[in-house]
């Protein structure tokens, strides 16, 4: 059974940090793109951040570049997304997706909210 759980969203300050964790299983992890998602209150779901396998450089959303990096630990099979100088706008529910071809995708995990608020 594949499996993809999120942890690490909260309640921040604008210009705030966080770092968000994807733990993946049921699936050999390491020969999968895997890409990150949110929704905002409202709002269609918005992709953020995709990172293959191959070493090849990770895509980012415009409204992210600079801000977000994402990385992944294979021998953790785990999936993170860092966000840095998070701004009011950057406010919704993450998720991480496997796969590289957003808007198709089979998996998702059930989100971790993330709230920036002062």
């Known amino acids: 059974e594949v499996k993809l759980v999120e942890s690490g969203g909260d309640l921040v300050q604008p210009g705030g940090s966080l770092r968000l964790a994807c733990a993946a299983s049921g699936f050999v992890f390491s020969t999968y793109a895997m890409t990150w998602v949110r929704q905002a209150p409202g709002k269609e779901v918005e992709w953020v951040s995709t990172?293959?396998?191959?070493?090849?450089?990770?895509t980012y959303a415009d409204s992210v570049k600079g801000r977000f990096t994402i990385s992944r630990d294979d021998a953790k099979n785990t999936l993170y997304l860092q966000l840095d100088s998070l701004k009011t706008e950057d406010t919704g529910v993450y998720y991480c997706?496997?796969?590289?071809?957003?808007?198709?995708?089979?998996?998702r995990g059930q989100g971790t909210q993330v709230t920036v608020s002062s």
């Open positions: 997706v496997r796969g590289g071809a957003w808007p198709s995708f089979k998996y």
């Open positions: 990172i293959n396998t191959h070493g090849n450089p990770p």
